[in-house]
């Protein structure tokens, strides 16, 4: 893990990396004059990055793209500290010391960010993993401006994105549901957070039909986790409510998933890890906010006793469900979840599933689709953390006649609209059982890579957990 940290001056050997917009910025303090001509000759062929070695420590060079978007000039920041964490962790530095040159001084801190994300590694199940494992290990901000408070509270976010990620890579062999909560006790073991969780009796007491549904094709019993944090000093009576989705593994039921497409479904509850993450950098960074956190957990498998197509089942607040597809299991726990939110009389509840290959197949890995109801402001201050944060989001169509897709002829809804519209059905299913403001976030398509992104890395994302964190800051604001 790469700790950031702030100073007024670097050392005489310091490894340097100078930020720069332009090349009228080239520090001539620093740089000969032969340096300088082959900056600018680099730059000129389109190479971004100039590394030097002057012996008792490098230089590197690093000019950013600078946008008239400040979000967008970030986001490049980001990006080209993870490019050139590359090359350092090659060179096997383990700090640096970054000064910016550029004219906003500012972006050293989302430079820092996407080294620090994108430092991150999953080495657990390697044999020798000491030989993969990245050396950087200290970055320091040279700033007069940048203030102290932020950068601790990016130590805060990488270490909780981290956090996400890993429970994501985990496999079920080892993150089963029991396990899963066994996990979230553990992480807020030293913090001011209450978890608690529901064991298989008393999820059965309160009814949860659907999470039992689910469940009953496993041998491994279910959970339900409460994670409550609530400082003396919060600014909400009424808690915000952050509902995530905890299949620790998607076989589809006895709608069996075919070809490769089961693969990846360990990151099933990757809802669940982002609201864990979330509410660990929120506890973390101290901010006045009362916060809830809801994840059902269970394995969706195969088994004599499973529930299937036809099937109706009875959910916490008492509606009946046509089952259409088991593989639509992700809703149907959520479902428990989000009615059980109401004795909370929340302020706003937002939930995180990779729920639909529809919202995936819409928009990509580029952003998550959001849909909702009495939340329109809301989802305009959600949107604005995705862009500031780059963890974007799509507002979809929320119109009454999509309510006419689940409607059963022989029970209150069925589990599956029509054929298009997907993600938004699901959403609607899902909003069923809401009676306050509300945003459904479906992460399909951003929660786990097949493919390295920038620092955003392979495998699990932690998508949500920057995106939330931002949105609570700022409303704390």
């Given at each position: 893990m790469i700790k950031v940290k702030c100073?007024?001056?670097?050392?005489?050997?310091?490894?340097?990396?100078?930020?720069?917009?332009?090349?009228?910025?080239?520090?001539?303090?620093l740089l000969d004059k032969n340096e300088i001509a082959f900056v600018k000759k680099s730059v000129e062929q389109e190479i971004k990055s100039v590394e030097f070695n002057k012996m008792s420590y490098w230089l590197f060079i690093q000019m950013i793209d600078q946008k008239n978007d400040l979000n967008r000039t970030s986001e490049n920041a980001r990006k080209s500290g993870d490019k050139l964490l590359e090359v350092i962790n090659t060179h096997k530095l383990t700090g640096i010391s970054v000064l910016d040159y550029t004219k906003n001084?500012?972006?050293?801190?989302?430079?820092?960010?996407?080294?620090?994300?994108?430092?991150?590694?999953?080495?657990?199940?390697?044999?020798?993993?000491t030989k993969k494992q990245n050396v950087l290990s200290e970055i320091k901000i040279i700033s007069n401006i940048i203030d102290p408070k932020s950068v601790e509270q990016l130590n805060i976010l990488t270490?909780?994105?981290?956090?996400?990620?890993?429970?994501?890579?985990?496999?079920?062999?080892?993150?089963?549901?029991?396990?899963?909560?066994?996990?979230?006790?553990?992480?807020?073991?030293?913090?001011?957070?209450?978890?608690?969780?529901?064991?298989?009796?008393?999820?059965?007491?309160?009814?949860?039909?659907?999470?039992?549904?689910?469940?009953?094709?496993?041998?491994?019993?279910?959970?339900?986790?409460?994670?409550?944090?609530?400082?003396?000093n919060v600014v909400n009576q009424k808690p915000y409510v952050f509902v995530g989705k905890g299949v620790v593994y998607d076989t589809g039921g006895m709608n069996i998933k075919t070809e490769d497409h089961m693969?990846?479904?360990?990151?099933?509850?990757?809802?669940?890890?982002?609201?864990?993450?979330?509410?660990?950098a929120i506890a973390k960074a101290k901010l006045p906010v009362y916060v809830i956190g809801l994840i059902p957990a269970t394995d969706n498998r195969t088994d004599g006793n499973a529930y299937v197509s036809g099937d109706v089942i009875y959910m916490h607040d008492g509606t009946s469900v046509?089952?259409?597809?088991?593989?639509?299991?992700?809703?149907?726990?959520?479902?428990?979840a989000l009615s059980y939110a109401k004795k909370y009389e929340p302020e706003l509840v937002i939930d995180l599933a990779t729920l639909t290959g529809a919202a995936q197949r819409a928009i990509g890995h580029n952003g998550s689709v959001a849909m909702?109801?009495?939340?329109?402001?809301?989802?305009k201050l959600l949107s604005e953390s995705g862009y500031r944060v780059h963890e974007r989001i799509v507002e979809f169509p929320f119109w009454e006649e999509y309510d006419e897709e689940?409607?059963?002829?022989?029970?209150?809804i069925k589990n599956l609209g029509g054929p298009t519209a997907g993600a938004i059905t699901a959403g609607k299913f899902l909003a069923h059982f809401t009676d306050y403001p509300y945003i459904h976030l479906d992460i399909a398509g951003t929660a786990f890579l097949n493919k390295k992104d920038s620092y955003r890395g392979l495998g699990g994302t932690g998508v949500g957990v920057r995106l939330l964190f931002d949105f609570i800051k700022h409303k704390m604001k």
């Open positions: 100073a007024k001056k670097y050392g005489i050997n310091s490894n340097l990396v100078i930020l720069i917009s332009d090349l009228k910025q080239l520090p001539k303090d001084e500012i972006l050293a801190l989302p430079f820092a960010e996407g080294m620090s994300l994108g430092n991150y590694q999953f080495l657990k199940y390697f044999k020798e993993k270490e909780a994105n981290a956090i996400a990620r890993t429970l994501v890579n985990e496999p079920v062999s080892y993150l089963t549901a029991e396990k899963f909560s066994e996990e979230i006790q553990q992480i807020f073991n030293e913090t001011d957070v209450k978890v608690e969780v529901l064991n298989k009796r008393k999820i059965e007491s309160l009814k949860m039909g659907g999470l039992l549904a689910v469940n009953k094709g496993s041998i491994d019993p279910p959970t339900f986790n409460i994670i409550e944090y609530k400082p003396e693969n990846d479904m360990k990151c099933d509850m990757a809802g669940g890890a982002a609201v864990t993450g979330a509410i660990y046509e089952v259409l597809n088991t593989d639509a299991e992700g809703r149907i726990i959520l479902a428990d909702g109801t009495k939340s329109e402001n809301e989802i689940i409607k059963s002829s022989i029970a209150d």
